[in-house]
């Protein structure tokens, strides 16, 4: 596989075809004003590949073109190809110009002729209504006519000469040839082969019972063009060619907003959410909980007010409703205005390519922003684990490029260990997040554990959760570890019942102590209060106590001085006397 | 068949190519020899005339196309083998 988009800078031009996937595949188209053969065995799509592009080229190149019809009936081709809502007889008044060259059964055929009947009628015909594509198809329907295989070669020749000299972008279509070895008029292809600037294949296998279609180019003269075969289906408006990895063409549209994925804890796992347009994969056994965790990603959406799409593969969409009800998640009032649309995929038969094209057509038709698919894995399994691969990686890069933010589920394995929980589809290493959910039976019981095993650019928790689902909701608890061990469930519960009680208890034995406290608190007060009122009476005691000394001595000392008076004493004998002036 | 009965003709040819100029002669011989006199041939060269081709559906040239006597059929190629022809024209019995 060429691992980059050829650059074809300065190429030939290039001729649009309208088929996304082969304009990409061979830059831009066919060789404008050259000859393309378009080879392929009955079935195969030549005669839808060669109208495509001939719509194509009336509705948005403004080039009208000529389809040459040499086995149908031109009536009969529009008719069969209305479905594809490609409005021919509208097309037809003025820029789609059918010839019915139909050999007609009584043909008596007497001696060689040659085409140039037909070249002159279309070139008459290119003329007044300005051709500018032209297609034979089944060409090799009028070369059985000819003789030999130099007639054959001649009227290739004159016809592709014609082509040519008028440089109109022609495509011839040949029922044989192909891969086949052992394929009718295997020389007059052969030298068409030769003979054309550009050669497609289209091949249609069935590989244990299921269809596949491939379509490779063969040969591109001035150009350069992706070689490998690639997948393609005939959807509802005709062809869509897969396409590996276009680089260029992803990364558009890198946003930083987060979207929730419904559980409050998972969120904050995973700091904030999944991020817009990434692709989230939730991988685990059966019954998980990857669908309930899908699904609550799908509310969560519904409840932003985006548009979401629901595609099943195990259950019907009215089945996963009524079950994602058992465990809060309502999405039926969303289905009812519209918002939501559960697909049962189950109904959508065929390979792998076909359910992706019917999935990116349904999402489109319902403007889905977000978009979940459960169980992803089925698509290894709805054809063969080859193309598996391939499709899951386009559905991948189709949802990025369109900002699609994809959760999808995949079953593992249940003989696979855990721990290398690849998916079978190997888009683990693709997905931008993957959530892991697994069980761990202990002590009888078998309970849920989500871990985050990567997500892309954003900081996430490294920690098993228990995932717990009640009629409430979906919630996230912390498991316990203790000696090494993890408790989830009922030895969870327990531990923390056990907890409960421990703090309860703790919680009175407080509150006991702080009562002691205060009692003895409030004696120590009341001691304070009788103390202090006994060290009042001893202040007033003592104060009374010196006035009564005070008074004394007074009394003591006016009775000395009146005595003395008395006895008449020596004025100078009266120390306190001879001081006085 | 009656002598009397009128043949009519008509040849797309595709301008003075070797098919076309075969055919004529040949068409032309075959009526002198079988059908002198009671023969109608109108040469259609489809370069000249496309749309007369598209108009009547002619891919391959030469074509001979025998309007009368009914039905009408188309004989391709150069009428180097003149026994289709013949048997075509019910003449097969003159030959």
Same mark, same amino acid.
């Given at each position: 596989?060429?691992?980059?988009?050829?650059?074809?800078?300065?190429?030939?031009?290039?001729?649009?075809?309208?088929?996304?996937?082969?304009?990409?595949?061979?830059?831009?188209?066919?060789?404008?004003?050259?000859?393309?053969?378009?080879?392929?065995?009955?079935?195969?799509?030549?005669?839808?590949?060669?109208?495509?592009?001939?719509?194509?080229?009336?509705?948005?190149?403004?080039?009208?073109?000529?389809?040459?019809?040499?086995?149908?009936?031109?009536?009969?081709?529009?008719?069969?190809?209305?479905?594809?809502?490609?409005?021919?007889?509208?097309?037809?008044?003025?820029?789609?110009?059918?010839?019915?060259?139909?050999?007609?059964?009584?043909?008596?055929?007497?001696?060689?002729?040659?085409?140039?009947?037909?070249?002159?009628?279309?070139?008459?015909?290119?003329?007044?209504?300005?051709?500018?594509?032209?297609?034979?198809?089944?060409?090799?329907?009028?070369?059985?006519?000819?003789?030999?295989?130099?007639?054959?070669?001649?009227?290739?020749?004159?016809?592709?000469?014609?082509?040519?000299?008028?440089?109109?972008?022609?495509?011839?279509?040949?029922?044989?040839?192909?891969?086949?070895?052992?394929?009718?008029?295997?020389?007059?292809?052969?030298?068409?082969?030769?003979?054309?600037?550009?050669?497609?294949?289209?091949?249609?296998?069935?590989?244990?019972?299921?269809?596949?279609?491939?379509?490779?180019?063969?040969?591109?003269?001035?150009?350069?063009?992706?070689?490998?075969?690639?997948?393609?289906?005939?959807?509802?408006?005709?062809?869509?060619?897969?396409?590996?990895?276009?680089?260029?063409?992803?990364?558009?549209?890198?946003?930083?907003?987060?979207?929730?994925?419904?559980?409050?804890?998972?969120?904050?796992?995973?700091?904030?959410?999944?991020?817009?347009?990434?692709?989230?994969?939730?991988?685990?056994?059966?019954?998980?909980?990857?669908?309930?965790?899908?699904?609550?990603?799908?509310?969560?959406?519904?409840?932003?007010?985006?548009?979401?799409?629901?595609?099943?593969?195990?259950?019907?969409?009215?089945?996963?409703?009524?079950?994602?009800?058992?465990?809060?998640?309502?999405?039926?009032? @969303?289905?009812?205005? !519209?918002?939501?649309? /559960?697909?049962?995929? &189950?109904?959508?038969?065929? %390979? *792998? +390519?076909? =359910?992706?094209?019917?999935?990116?057509?349904?999402?489109?038709?319902?403007?889905?922003?977000?978009?979940?698919?459960?169980?992803?894995?089925?698509?290894?399994?709805?054809?063969?684990?080859?193309?598996?691969?391939?499709?899951?990686?386009?559905?991948?890069?189709?949802?990025?490029?369109?900002?699609?933010?994809?959760?999808?589920?995949?079953?593992?394995?249940?003989?696979?260990?855990?721990?290398?929980?690849?998916?079978?589809?190997?888009?683990?290493?693709?997905?931008?997040?993957?959530?892991?959910?697994?069980?761990?039976?202990?002590?009888?019981?078998?309970?849920?554990?989500?871990?985050?095993?990567?997500?892309?650019?954003?900081?996430?928790?490294?920690?098993?959760?228990?995932?717990?689902?009640?009629?409430?909701?979906?919630?996230?608890?912390?498991? @316990?570890?203790?000696? !090494?061990?993890?408790? /989830?469930?009922?030895? &969870?519960?327990?531990?923390? %019942? *056990? +907890?409960? =009680?421990?703090?309860?208890?703790?919680?009175?034995?407080?509150?006991?102590?702080?009562?002691?406290?205060?009692?003895?608190?409030?004696?120590?007060?009341?001691?304070?209060?009788?103390?202090?009122?006994?060290?009042?009476?001893?202040?007033?005691?003592?104060?009374?106590?010196?006035?009564?000394?005070?008074?004394?001595?007074?009394?003591?000392?006016?009775?000395?001085?009146?005595?003395?008076?008395?006895?008449?004493?020596?004025?100078?004998?009266?120390?306190?006397?001879?001081?006085?002036? | 068949?009656?002598?009397?009965?009128?043949?009519?003709?008509?040849?797309?040819?595709?301008?003075?190519?070797?098919?076309?100029?075969?055919?004529?002669?040949?068409?032309?011989?075959?009526?002198?020899?079988?059908?002198?006199?009671?023969?109608?041939?109108?040469?259609?060269?489809?370069?000249?005339?496309?749309?007369?081709?598209?108009?009547?559906?002619?891919?391959?040239?030469?074509?001979?196309?025998?309007?009368?006597?009914?039905?009408?059929?188309?004989?391709?190629?150069?009428?180097?083998?003149?026994?289709?022809?013949?048997?075509?024209?019910?003449?097969?019995?003159?030959?």
């Amino acid at each position: 596989m060429k691992s980059a988009a050829p650059k074809y800078v300065g190429g030939a031009a290039k001729a649009p075809t309208g088929i996304t996937g082969f304009d990409k595949i061979t830059g831009g188209g066919l060789p404008h004003g050259r000859t393309t053969l378009l080879e392929g065995g009955p079935g195969s799509g030549k005669t839808i590949f060669a109208l495509q592009f001939l719509v194509h080229g009336a509705r948005k190149c403004k080039e009208p073109g000529i389809f040459v019809a040499f086995e149908e009936a031109p009536n009969r081709i529009v008719t069969n190809f209305e479905t594809f809502g490609w409005k021919l007889a509208e097309l037809r008044k003025k820029k789609l110009f059918f010839l019915d060259a139909q050999p007609t059964p009584d043909l008596i055929q007497a001696g060689a002729f040659d085409l140039s009947g037909m070249l002159a009628a279309l070139e008459a015909k290119s003329e007044e209504m300005g051709a500018r594509r032209i297609v034979f198809d089944a060409m090799d329907t009028i070369l059985t006519l000819l003789p030999d295989e130099a007639a054959k070669r001649r009227e290739l020749y004159r016809v592709h000469e014609w082509l040519l000299s008028r440089a109109l972008t022609g495509l011839i279509t040949a029922k044989v040839g192909g891969d086949e070895e052992n394929s009718v008029g295997k020389e007059s292809v052969g030298f068409m082969q030769f003979m054309v600037d550009c050669a497609v294949i289209l091949n249609h296998r069935v590989d244990l019972g299921v269809s596949q279609r491939n379509l490779r180019v063969q040969k591109y003269r001035g150009s350069g063009f992706d070689e490998n075969e690639s997948p393609f289906v005939i959807g509802q408006t005709g062809f869509d060619v897969a396409i590996a990895r276009m680089l260029g063409r992803v990364d558009a549209k890198v946003t930083n907003e987060r979207v929730t994925s419904g559980v409050k804890r998972l969120d904050t796992m995973l700091g904030g959410g999944y991020y817009r347009g990434t692709s989230v994969l939730i991988t685990g056994f059966p019954g998980t909980a990857k669908t309930t965790l899908s699904g609550a990603f799908a509310e969560a959406a519904c409840k932003r007010g985006e548009r979401t799409m629901f595609v099943g593969f195990d259950s019907d969409g009215a089945e996963v409703i009524r079950n994602l009800t058992s465990v809060g998640i309502r999405l039926k009032p @969303y289905v009812q205005n !519209g918002l939501l649309r /559960m697909v049962s995929a &189950r109904t959508i038969t065929g %390979s *792998a +390519e076909t =359910v992706l094209v019917r999935i990116k057509a349904l999402a489109k038709d319902h403007k889905a922003r977000c978009l979940v698919i459960d169980p992803v894995s089925t698509l290894s399994k709805a054809g063969n684990e080859l193309t598996a691969h391939g499709v899951a990686e386009r559905l991948l890069d189709w949802s990025k490029a369109d900002g699609i933010t994809l959760v999808c589920t995949s079953l593992l394995d249940e003989m696979s260990a855990p721990t290398d929980g690849g998916t079978p589809l190997q888009i683990s290493t693709l997905a931008d997040t993957w959530i892991h959910l697994n069980y761990l039976v202990q002590a009888g019981e078998r309970n849920r554990g989500l871990s985050i095993i990567k997500s892309r650019g954003m900081a996430h928790s490294n920690q098993v959760r228990e995932l717990i689902l009640s009629s409430s909701g979906v919630t996230l608890a912390d498991i @316990y570890t203790a000696g !090494g061990e993890v408790l /989830m469930g009922t030895l &969870r519960w327990e531990r923390e %019942s *056990a +907890e409960r =009680v421990a703090s309860e208890v703790a919680a009175v034995a407080g509150k006991l102590k702080r009562v002691s406290l205060d009692a003895e608190e409030a004696v120590l007060q009341v001691r304070a209060t009788s103390l202090q009122t006994e060290l009042e009476a001893k202040k007033v005691e003592k104060t009374l106590l010196t006035r009564t000394t005070e008074s004394r001595q007074q009394e003591l000392s006016r009775g000395h001085t009146t005595m003395r008076e008395l006895r008449g004493g020596d004025a100078a004998a009266i120390p306190g006397r001879q001081r006085v002036p | 068949m009656s002598q009397h009965q009128m043949f009519k003709f008509r040849l797309f040819i595709a301008g003075d190519t070797q098919n076309s100029v075969q055919a004529l002669a040949n068409l032309t011989s075959l009526c002198q020899l079988h059908i002198p006199k009671s023969h109608e041939i109108e040469v259609v060269d489809v370069f000249r005339h496309p749309k007369r081709a598209l108009a009547e559906r002619i891919l391959m040239t030469p074509t001979l196309v025998v309007l009368a006597p009914s039905p009408v059929r188309k004989i391709v190629g150069t009428l180097a083998e003149t026994q289709p022809l013949l048997q075509a024209l019910r003449l097969g019995c003159f030959a």
